[in-house]
């Protein structure tokens, strides 16, 4: 299974980034993909997650409102759309595949929290400066 994101760069406040992750090796019917950021000196956070077969999404407070993640199945590819970008969102972004779905918030805030993923890409950086 490989993951592979892409779509980070320099950007400036209020600003626009589209990532993109793109997933092979599984059955991209299945699972749930997530999208993590680890800024420098601090712990890694789970900011949005979707599950193909139920089409849930969930977000991280910091977020919401901000970010939309969304599936392109024929493609095989997570898009994670950044909107007002802030300085403190700059960090490496990361996406990640959890085998499992389930019709659950519970399931969804649960891996934002704890980063329970079953495999990673190797992160993309985004900067937001002027």
């Known amino acids: 299974v490989q993951l592979v994101e892409s779509g980070g760069g320099l950007v400036q406040p209020g600003g626009s980034l589209r990532l993109s992750c793109v997933v092979s090796?599984?059955?991209?019917?299945?699972?749930?993909i997530g999208w993590f950021r680890q800024a420098p000196g601090k712990e890694r956070e789970g900011i949005s997650c979707?599950?193909?077969?139920?089409?849930?999404?969930e977000y991280s407070d910091s977020v919401k409102g901000r970010f939309t993640i969304s599936r392109d199945n024929a493609k095989n590819t997570v898009y994670l759309q950044m909107n007002s970008l802030k300085p403190e969102d700059t960090a490496v972004y990361y996406c990640?595949?959890?085998?499992?779905?389930?019709?659950?918030?519970?399931?969804?805030?649960?891996?934002?929290?704890?980063?329970?993923?079953?495999?990673w890409g190797k992160g993309t950086l985004v900067t937001v400066s002027q």
């Open positions: 990640a595949l959890n085998r499992e779905a389930y019709y659950s918030d519970v399931f969804y805030r649960t891996l934002l929290r704890t980063g329970r993923m079953d495999y």
């Open positions: 090796g599984f059955d991209f019917d299945d699972g749930t």
């Open positions: 979707v599950s193909s077969r139920f089409s849930r999404g």
